[in-house]
C-alpha cells in the first residue's frame, strides 16, 4: 500500500477492510442489535445462562427460527452473542445492549429519533438545514416541535437529553448554591427539571426560565404538579431574535447544555447580549459536555456523534464542541474564562464566565 498509509497508520490493510465493512452494514449491524432487544431474544439469553438452541429461542420468544436464525446470526458477526456447539450465550456487549441505560438512552433515541431522517445527512451537509426533519413535519428547527413530536419520538429525545444532564445536576446545584445566588435566570431550562432541584434545595431562592412558549407549556405543568410557582417564573423569549434582550438583576445567568443548539455566530450573539444584562458581581455559568475533557473514551464517542443529529434534525448548523472552540466564543463576545469545573455526572463541565 501507499507509504503514507504505512507512516500514519498502524492497522494491516486486512484489518482496515474488515473495519470499513463493520461500518458499511452498521445500520444493520445496529437495527438487528435493537431487535435483539425489543423482541425479547437478548433477556431470554441473559436469563438462560446455561445456553439456548434456535429451537428453544424460538419457543421462548414466540418468533420463528428463521427469524431467531436472522437476527443470531449477525449477532454473532457483532459479537452480541458467542456460540458453543448447538447453543447460544449472551456476551458482555450484549448484556449492555439489554441492561446499560446508558446504551439503552443511545440506541432509542438513535431509532425513534434519528434513523430516518440521517438519510438526509448529505443534503443538510449542503443546505445549512435540518432536512432529516422532514420525516416529523415542517418545522425549521426541531425545538418547537419537542412536544407534539409521535410519542416514542418525544420520550426517546428527553430520556436522552435527561440522561447526560440529570446526572450532573445534583453535583451542579451544589455548585451554584455555594456561591449564595438570590436570583438565577435559567436560560433554555427545557422541562425546568434544574430550577425545580434549585429551588427544592433553597427555598429562598428564586428562578426564571427563560425559553421559547412551547418548552415553558412543558416547564409550566411540571412547576405546577410541584406546587413551585411562587419560587419560579417563566419568561416566554426567543433568544435569536434581534430584538430580544436579556433582562438584568441576576447572580447568576445559568445554560445547561443549551448553547451547544446554535451555531458559532449565534452563540457569540447569544453571549454577547447576556454580557450586557451582567454587571462585575454577576457569574454566566455554562454546563456543556465537551468531548475532549472526558475522563472516559466512551463519552467522547458519544458526544462526538450527537453532532450529526443537530445537522440532519435539529436545526442544520450546530454541534457538541471542543472546549478550545468555545472559549474563542466567549472571548468573541467580550466575556472572560473564570473556571472550569470537569467531570460532573456522566460528561459535563461548568464554565464559569465574567465580564471581560
Not at 141 to 154: F, G
Not at 329 to 335: F, K, V
Request: with cysteine; net charge negative; glycine share 4%.
Amino acid at each position: 500500500m501507499h507509504q503514507f498509509f504505512e507512516e500514519n497508520d498502524s492497522a494491516s490493510a486486512i484489518e482496515a477492510q474488515y473495519d470499513a465493512q463493520r461500518i458499511a452494514f452498521a445500520p444493520i449491524i445496529f437495527q438487528v442489535a435493537r431487535s435483539m432487544r425489543d423482541l425479547g431474544v437478548l433477556k431470554a439469553l441473559y436469563e438462560h445462562k446455561e445456553g439456548m438452541s434456535i429451537e428453544a429461542l424460538a419457543k421462548e420468544t414466540n418468533l420463528s427460527e428463521y427469524g431467531i436464525t436472522t437476527l443470531i446470526e449477525t449477532s454473532l458477526s457483532a459479537d452480541i452473542v458467542k456460540q458453543k456447539g448447538e447453543l447460544y450465550f449472551i456476551t458482555k456487549t450484549g448484556y449492555f445492549l439489554l441492561n446499560d441505560p446508558m446504551t439503552i438512552a443511545n440506541m432509542n433515541y438513535n431509532h425513534h429519533v434519528n434513523y430516518q431522517g440521517l438519510f438526509s445527512l448529505d443534503e443538510a451537509i449542503k443546505s445549512g438545514k435540518p432536512t432529516g426533519l422532514k420525516v416529523f413535519g415542517d418545522w425549521e428547527t426541531i425545538y418547537p416541535a419537542l412536544s407534539i413530536l409521535p410519542e416514542n419520538a418525544k420520550q426517546s429525545w428527553f430520556t436522552f437529553d435527561h440522561f447526560y444532564s440529570d446526572s450532573a445536576f445534583p453535583e451542579a446545584v451544589e455548585k451554584l448554591l455555594s456561591l449564595n445566588p438570590t436570583k438565577i435566570l435559567d436560560v433554555g431550562g427545557n422541562t425546568g427539571k434544574f430550577s425545580m432541584l434549585m429551588t427544592k434545595s433553597d427555598k429562598a431562592l428564586h428562578v426564571t426560565i427563560m425559553d421559547l412558549p412551547e418548552q415553558l407549556a412543558l416547564a409550566r405543568e411540571n412547576i405546577e404538579k410541584e406546587g413551585l410557582e411562587e419560587q419560579i417564573s417563566l419568561l416566554p423569549a426567543n433568544v435569536l431574535a434581534p430584538s430580544h434582550v436579556f433582562p438584568k438583576g441576576f447572580d447568576i445567568i445559568w445554560m445547561s447544555q443549551f448553547l451547544d443548539c446554535f451555531s458559532e455566530d449565534e452563540i457569540v450573539s447569544i453571549l454577547s447580549k447576556a454580557k450586557e444584562a451582567m454587571n462585575e458581581k454577576t457569574l454566566l455559568c455554562i454546563m456543556e459536555p465537551f468531548w475532549d475533557r472526558q475522563r472516559f473514551e466512551t463519552s467522547a464517542f458519544c458526544i462526538i456523534n450527537t453532532s450529526p443529529y443537530f445537522t440532519a434534525m435539529a436545526n442544520g448548523r450546530s454541534k457538541m464542541y471542543h472546549s478550545k472552540d468555545f472559549i474563542k466564543l466567549i472571548e468573541m463576545a467580550g466575556l472572560k474564562v473564570d473556571e472550569i469545573i470537569d467531570h460532573l455526572g456522566v460528561c459535563q463541565s461548568i464554565v464559569k464566565i465574567k465580564r471581560a
